[in-house]
């Protein structure tokens, strides 16, 4: 299997949500003022909001530089500064003479799960054509396998459950960071991927940084909104978007704010090419997720910008098994870029 392949196969392994049994975690509170659809209002704050936010390269160091795979092949962990955390990324940089496009991959969420493994398996024969990015989000670290050898992180600073909004700022931080410090990093060809939560923070990522030209995501959420409030005893939604409200930490108005920031429905307008595929039988991130962008793409006359892919017998977790036609696809995608 070659390292494109693997890379496919592991985007596809995240965790599931969990359920809790209560219907009481929100009593008190009015769900039709908390869910209700964003007004333009709301729609234009958050976009002033992320013009606001001053996500400049600051702090730099690389943590840890080693030849891997490829002769010529390194890999670096990198630390920086955003929203006065401390973060962490790793970059898989093959050797080159001229520069090369950047590819990044974002991972899933667990409320259990902080450390996030990957596997790559690098040799002589089929050695990147990119340069490979992975970015430790907030309140996770990273584990790469790589020919055998495991090469870590620490562990991000910064709130673990800040998953979607913030985590994008690490995200586009990350970038910034490779733009100012990677001579052969061609950064007018960004190409991002992840499953699940990663495949809505690439989605988000599109539509904030226009360095991002193609974007790939599986099984992932386009509306957190309109998840929240019906998975609202989810322990997951709860440390993610409501907790902070039940605990009187922020208002209503932040937490719509939050939900509404994190979904990339709601500005479609400015997405990138985007390929998302869902799969028909899955229950945690259910197939109109995609269905609805879609629609939203083509209202805005931009569904050529946009392939929504539904795959049958396919759940949350076993949609990258044995795959091949998702695997094609997602290939062919980015081997475009």
């Known amino acids: 299997m070659n390292n494109i392949k693997t890379m496919i196969i592991f985007l596809t392994l995240f965790p599931f949500l969990e359920a809790c049994d209560t219907d009481e975690f929100l009593d008190g509170f009015n769900r039709q003022e908390l869910f209700s659809e964003p007004t333009q209002a709301e729609l234009d704050t958050v976009l002033m909001d992320w013009a606001s936010r001053d996500l400049s390269p600051n702090g730099y160091a690389v943590e840890e530089e080693t030849p891997i795979g490829t002769v010529g092949t390194v890999l670096k962990i990198v630390s920086f500064e955003v929203d006065g955390f401390k973060e962490y990324g790793a970059l898989i940089i093959p050797e080159t003479t001229t520069p090369l496009p950047v590819r990044m991959s974002i991972y899933g969420f667990s409320l259990e799960t902080t450390t996030n493994l990957f596997n790559l398996n690098l040799n002589d024969d089929n050695g990147l054509p990119f340069i490979f990015a992975i970015p430790a989000l907030r309140g996770q670290s990273l584990s790469l396998t790589i020919n055998g050898n495991v090469y870590t992180s620490p562990k991000s600073e910064g709130r673990h459950c800040d998953a979607f909004d913030s985590a994008t700022n690490d995200a586009i931080a990350f970038l910034n960071i490779i733009e100012n410090t990677e001579i052969n990093a061609n950064t007018d060809r960004v190409a991002v991927t992840g499953g699940s939560r990663g495949g809505t923070v690439a989605l988000l990522m599109g539509e904030r940084?226009?360095?991002?030209?193609?974007?790939?995501?599986?099984?992932?959420?386009?509306?957190?909104?309109?998840?929240?409030?019906?998975?609202?005893?989810?322990?997951?939604?709860?440390?993610?978007?409501?907790?902070?409200?039940?605990?009187?930490?922020?208002?209503?108005?932040?937490?719509?704010?939050?939900?509404?920031?994190?979904?990339?429905?709601?500005?479609?307008?400015?997405?990138?090419?985007?390929?998302?595929?869902?799969?028909?039988?899955?229950?945690?991130?259910?197939?109109?997720?995609?269905?609805?962008?879609?629609?939203?793409?083509?209202?805005?006359?931009?569904?050529?910008?946009?392939?929504?892919?539904?795959?049958?017998?396919?759940?949350?977790?076993?949609?990258?098994?044995e795959n091949q036609e998702m695997s094609t696809r997602i290939q062919q995608f980015l081997s475009e870029l």
């Open 209 to 321: 940084d226009e360095r991002v030209k193609r974007i790939v995501g599986i099984v992932s959420p386009t509306n957190m909104l309109e998840l929240a409030s019906q998975n609202e005893n989810d322990s997951e939604y709860q440390c993610q978007f409501l907790q902070e409200l039940i605990n009187g930490d922020i208002t209503i108005t932040e937490a719509r704010h939050k939900m509404i920031a994190s979904s990339p429905i709601y500005f479609a307008q400015n997405l990138p090419l985007s390929q998302l595929h869902m799969g028909e039988d899955d229950i945690f991130v259910p197939k109109s997720q995609g269905e609805k962008l879609l629609n939203k793409m083509t209202s805005l006359g931009l569904d050529e910008n946009f392939e929504l892919f539904i795959y049958e017998n396919r759940t949350h977790s076993n949609i990258g098994m």
